[in-house]
């Protein structure tokens, strides 16, 4: 068929007007098995980093092969160094130290390694009718009756009065038990059914079943009371040495027991939990690993986003600011000159538009899936409450780089305007005169325990990283 001539509207609508479009539209073949291939490093990652402490072991399992050192703060920093600082095994700063001019500034990038997860309390075990549970405390933006009826798996640490720690972690291996929480049967749900979904159920609601067999002893149901819970403890006290005050000085959390898996019969989603932030941690450690920039480059990996970014190793934490100064210092910089030269990248996921939840997003300024990276010049909510609101000129500069790198990326923006909102770590470093902006991974059901992102997606963010920090 011969090709019409274009009319004067349609060559100049090319030309003014903006058009997403999508990877699949844009990418080539190689271009689309690289990304493949990415999603499966991505995906063991992610199965070895369910909470923030696996994610900074993991992190620098992949830094050391890289020949990263660990750093503690006060240590010499030269030119060329490639360093990470574990943040007391709950953050991780990892930064490669360029040639250039320290007081050129440096390029950063922040994500946080927490997930939403159900907590433990600190006197969790108890008995209720021959069954032993887990008093628990939600960590972050749950949607309650998402975690009932689903495989858990229990992860943490137990750190004892001696000094030993004792890892846990239960229900992800082939042949782990699992632990559950349970739910009602449809049959008998009348009163539940019709209460709000956020009412239906409570945080004391949330028990976790953890046993239901008596202790024996000579071959006979033991005579003590809560004797389901004893045999509990006695299978906790054998395996790992602890008693019932040791889960005071502990940190387990119930997370869902489902590794990553890809969805859908093309393979191009990763089903799992824990995307929202790992899904951007993962690109920030890949790229710095991979950057050879002038510019010194840090990954900042923070815990504690889910709830508010305050405490040592959250983003609030001046453990970044201190590592900056650090470096200017050991570098002949002044520090202040850095921070003021520095830019950043906060990244961390966006809402994907939902074609099953239109309602609650604008689709114009919705990231849309498979079209590459969101970018949020702003975050908040009510009338961009609480936001960065990066300034115009910085998303230019960003928007230059990710196009002269040919990034696949889109505007993103978390849902219409007053149906609800978030926000992120990048305010924090934004507040410490550094030049931030919020870029990240769209996903859907967000917070569920099984969010799914485009492998797409994921690898544009990689890119869009390793540009940035050139
Ligand atoms: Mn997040
Ligand atoms: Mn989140």
Redesign the pocket.
Known sequence: MEEKEKTYGQIKKEELFYKKKSAFEVKTEKELDDARRYADGYVKFLDNAKTEREAVITAIELLKAAGFREYHVGDKISHGDRLYLNNRNKGLIAFKVGKGDIEKGIRITAA?IDSPRLDLKQHPLYENEGIAYFKTHYYGGVRKYQWATIPLALHGIVEKADGETVTVRIGDEPGDPVLCITDLLPHLAKDQNVKPLGEAFSGEGLNIVLGSSPFFEDGKISDVDDKVKLNIMIMLNEKYGITESDFISAELCAVPAQNAVDVGLDRWLIGAYGH??KVCAYPEITALIESDSEYTCIAALADK??VGSDGVAGMQNRMLLDVINEISSNLGGNGTVVRVNSKCLSA??TVCYDPNYPEVSEKRNSAILHCGLGMAKYTGARGKGGTNDCPAEFVAEVRKIFDDAKIVWQTAELGKVDQGGGG?VAKFIANTNIDTVDIGVPVLSMHAPFELISKLDLYETHRAILAFYK
């Open positions: 946080h929202d932030d986003e889910e961390d996921v992120t």
